[in-house]
């Protein structure tokens, strides 16, 4: 069970992302579940096309990573789990949307050598830039409509 001083550690690294982040395992292959649901409705909002609603999200995954670093060092491996919450139906009792479940969009895996050794500088990749080849980003879900 974790500590209070290491669950007020972890809100505090990641308090300037969106969306909350949950540490799920620090050692061995390390683990963060990133519910993006602000970031989706944002994307959602700006009707951003898919591959630049993708890009958008790998990077900011990589952020989460980042951000995460002190609570992983530790770690073999480091994986994002990006996660946001799906909407239904408008309720007519409420007149706001339904919960229709949870998406596991996609997960971002780096090595924790690679990743603490910052290699190719990848803490400072462009917004715009290709993810490098060596960190691993697997679509395993779907966006919502635009």
């Keep these: 069970m974790p500590s209070l001083l290491s669950l007020l550690v972890a809100a505090a690294l990641f308090a300037d992302l969106p969306g909350h982040v949950i540490v799920a ?3 061995g292959n390390a683990l963060l579940i990133w519910d993006a649901t602000p970031e989706i409705a944002a994307i959602v909002s700006a009707k951003l096309s898919d591959a630049d609603a993708e890009a958008e999200i790998a990077h900011d995954a ?3 990573l980042a951000e995460g670093l002190p609570l992983t060092a530790r770690a073999n491996s480091i994986a994002v789990r990006v996660i946001y919450e799906r909407t239904g139906d408008v309720s007519p009792v409420y007149g ?3 919960f229709a479940g949870v998406e596991r969009y996609a997960i971002l895996t780096l090595d924790a ?3 603490l050794s910052d290699r190719d500088r990848w803490r400072e990749l462009d917004s ?3 993810l490098p080849h060596w960190i691993a980003y ?3 879900g ?3 409509p635009r």
Aim: without cysteine; positive net charge.
């Design 62 to 64: 990589l952020r989460v």
């Design 138 to 140: 697997q679509i395993t």
């Design 128 to 130: 715009h830039a290709p």
């Design 142 to 144: 779907r966006l919502p």
């Design 113 to 115: 050598r690679d990743a």
């Design 96 to 98: 706001s949307p339904t």
């Design 25 to 27: 395992k620090t050692t």
